[in-house]
């Protein structure tokens, strides 16, 4: 009889260590699983490399490869292509974010679909024709550059204005986009008794080039100023030009609704002769203390603005949240627009509107276009 019970309990013994055993198995596997970043170079847009290492540091180097796309990414596309691929084949890849989605990504993501057909693939900035993008990527991340027609208004409005100048040139408005919005933020200005000046500057890639055509706005923006009075908002389409205008509104006691590419790094840094010490690089709320007490040393308070975090820092860090999470089984629909909100939100700390795209009729629902409430400095 003894030994009867001692051969039951030998039994179960190597049964619960089985169980146990498949269990650990099962642990460890659910813990294989790597995310992949495509993103630009540190001379290329620091603010997305900075944002992917911070995926990095999160995670762990086991579970996250970040490659770059060239500086030269128009002319250098198969690099781009092979990168992705390169990260596609990668054992236990389960999701990639190609953040900016530049010239070339519909290509690497129809590569790296031959490789992985079932990865999770986010296109976050594209530079490419919105459906040959959205019918790639599972979902695609962008601004909602036409619905800043409004906003771009009704910030300026609540900072005091009566005029908005916009400096733009030919070139950018034989954009469709880029001039669609102005024509809106016309409408919008004239609609709340705000006057609109259509204002004409110097392209950078004209015969002055950008150190020409960032003169001229370190000198018209005064004359506007002077013409107009300081409750004048200004906006310019190019990123070039962006420190010279900072730097002409704060001096000139105007208004700055935001950069063209709203972000507290675009522009103000440099323009308020703000340095940024090495522990400091990608802290985004000691960069708002610094520019928030520059404009109290100015009296400029609530006279400029921007959003409160860089969209694109914003797309790689909740995009990989959102893809570890989609990984750990938590939704399994590889688009779920209720946590990309989710999870927006909780990076960036303030309501976030997201509308999808519709295009000449067509809509597609996977093309997400994003606005932030602004920041007041």
């Known amino acids: 009889m003894l030994k009867k019970i001692t051969t039951l309990l030998l039994i179960a013994t190597l049964v619960l260590g089985m169980f146990a055993g498949c269990q650990s198995g099962e642990t460890e596997a659910t813990d294989d699983w790597k995310i992949g970043i495509l993103t630009g170079t540190v001379s290329q847009n620091e603010e997305e490399y900075r944002a992917a290492q911070a995926v990095v540091e999160k995670y762990g180097e086991e579970h996250v490869v970040v490659m770059t796309y060239p500086d030269k990414f128009m002319d250098e596309q198969e690099t781009t292509i092979a990168n992705v691929a390169s990260m596609a084949a990668e054992e236990n890849m389960k999701a990639l974010l190609l953040i900016q989605a530049v010239p070339g990504s519909s290509a690497a993501i129809d590569k790296a679909r031959e490789i992985n057909p079932d990865l999770l693939i986010i296109a976050g900035v594209p530079g490419e024709n919105p459906q040959d993008i959205a019918s790639r990527a599972d979902i695609v991340f962008t601004l909602d550059e036409l619905t800043m027609g409004r906003t771009m208004v009704e910030q300026a409005e609540k900072q005091g204005a009566k005029v908005f100048v916009h400096y733009s040139f030919p070139r950018h408005m034989s954009y469709a986009l880029l001039s669609a919005r102005r024509d809106l933020l016309k409408e919008n200005a004239e609609a709340r008794g705000i006057e609109f000046v259509d204002a004409t500057a110097l392209d950078p890639t004209g015969d002055a080039g950008l150190s020409g055509a960032q003169q001229f706005i370190l000198e018209d923006t005064p004359r506007m100023i002077e013409k107009y009075g300081k409750d004048t908002a200004f906006f310019s389409t190019n990123c070039g030009l962006q420190i010279p205008l900072i730097k002409s509104v704060y001096e000139g006691g105007a208004i700055y609704p ?37 404009m109290a040393e100015k009296d400029m308070t609530g006279r400029m603005s921007t959003w409160p975090v860089p969209c694109s820092m914003m797309f790689i860090e909740a995009g990989a949240d959102y893809s570890k999470a989609w990984i750990d089984g938590e939704f399994e629909e590889k688009l779920n627009l209720d946590k990309v909100k989710e999870y927006f939100k909780a990076y960036a700390g303030v309501d976030i509107e997201v509308n999808t795209l519709v295009e000449e009729g067509t809509e597609y629902p996977n093309y997400l276009m994003v606005l932030l409430g602004y920041l007041d400095f």
């Open 258 to 294: 935001q950069p063209c590419c709203p972000s507290p790094y675009h522009g103000f840094p440099a323009a308020l002769g703000i340095e940024i010490p090495e522990d400091k690089q990608g802290d985004i709320a000691f960069l708002t203390d610094q520019i928030k007490a520059k």
